[in-house]
């Protein structure tokens, strides 16, 4: 048995997801469960006092993508995401690093979000916060017809949509089998060029001895997530990761919003986190990962289940 509070942590970073922010009132989702489009902005906000009180050893913040909701009216959808990113500047540790989810890109282009949320080139990027930790960003929508990342990208998402999902409404896994149901327009891929350069980021983290962590808003494993909520080529992105299997040690996603987890063939541990949107006034979901040697320990609060991953 391994002692759990055998040292201090290297470092520690915060995680939100699903934010989905909107001045407009309360609903529910597709499914009928409530959403509170205005109270995320407040549990978002108690987050980052939180963060920001635990001290300066904790070195950035990464959020899981949606940081605004699809039912913001287009012209403040702007607006809201600057409310949302000034309330991460108040983070007063370190660097917030930004997903790109599905909702992002409802009311704003990729320029307009590059812009808002100061990502420089590609929303799929990497970066060092510890020596031998290497983060690895994905954007699940560079093959999408909410906004791929080229035009050739959104047309082979929209051809790809017309050939598996027969539905007219295209958001509707309704009546497909449970492998196709992922084919929704809400869901997307990672494309060619982004797979190489996952390729390359691995190979050069294996060679440096880095461990690594994966995150993209749309799940990657088919058993942490629903069979709607999961990336369109989650196994070739699988593949990928499995060439490096010694270095990848956990993925963190959003987009199913009440969570989950899974352990692929390889040992590497597949966590969806918990939305805000979905947390009643009073109630929050955010954590604190304490990063050791030898695991990951996730520190949630409120709807943030607490886990602890070993390093293999
Ligand atoms: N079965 C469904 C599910 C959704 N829709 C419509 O698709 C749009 C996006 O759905 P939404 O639930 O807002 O997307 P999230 O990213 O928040 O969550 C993803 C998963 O749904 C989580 O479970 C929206 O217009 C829905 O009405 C649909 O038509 N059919």
Not at 187 to 211: S, Y
Not at 236 to 247: G, K, P, S, T, W
Request: glycine share 8%.
């Amino acid at each position: 048995m391994k002692d759990l509070h055998s040292s201090r942590p290297l470092f520690s970073f915060g995680v939100i997801t699903d934010v989905q922010y909107a001045d407009v009132p309360d609903g529910r989702s597709f499914h009928g469960v409530p959403r509170f489009y205005r109270g995320s902005l407040a549990a978002l906000n108690e987050a980052i006092a939180i963060w920001n009180d635990q001290g300066s050893d904790l070195s950035f913040v990464i959020q899981l993508g949606d940081l605004i909701d699809g039912r913001c009216p287009r012209d403040q959808a702007p607006a809201a995401a600057r409310e949302i990113v000034a309330a991460f500047d108040r983070f007063r540790h370190g660097h917030v690093y930004h997903t790109i989810g599905n909702h992002c890109l409802y009311n704003l282009s990729r320029g307009q979000l590059q812009e808002i949320l100061r990502i420089d080139g590609s929303f799929y990027y990497d970066f060092v916060p510890h020596p031998g930790f290497r983060f690895i960003v994905l954007d699940s929508y560079d093959v999408s017809v909410l906004g791929g990342s080229s035009r050739d990208h959104s047309s082979l998402a929209m051809a790809l949509l017309d050939a598996k999902n027969p539905n007219v409404d295209k958001n509707s896994p309704l009546g497909m089998a449970p492998e196709q149901q992922r084919f929704v327009a809400f869901n997307g891929g990672i494309g060619d060029a982004q797979l190489q350069w996952l390729d390359r980021k691995l190979r050069e983290a294996e060679d440096r001895n880095e461990r690594v962590i994966i995150a993209c808003h749309i799940p990657i494993l088919r058993e942490s997530t629903y069979d709607d909520t999961l990336l369109w080529n989650a196994e070739e992105v699988l593949r990928v990761i499995h060439r490096y299997d010694r270095c990848v040690v956990a993925s963190l996603a959003g987009h199913k919003h009440d969570g989950g987890e899974g352990v692929d063939e390889k040992g590497i541990h597949h966590r969806v986190l918990e939305a805000v949107l979905e947390c009643p006034p009073g109630e929050n979901s955010f954590g604190r990962v304490d990063v050791y040697e030898d695991r990951l320990e996730l520190l949630g609060t409120g709807r943030m289940r607490s886990a602890t991953v070993f390093f293999r």
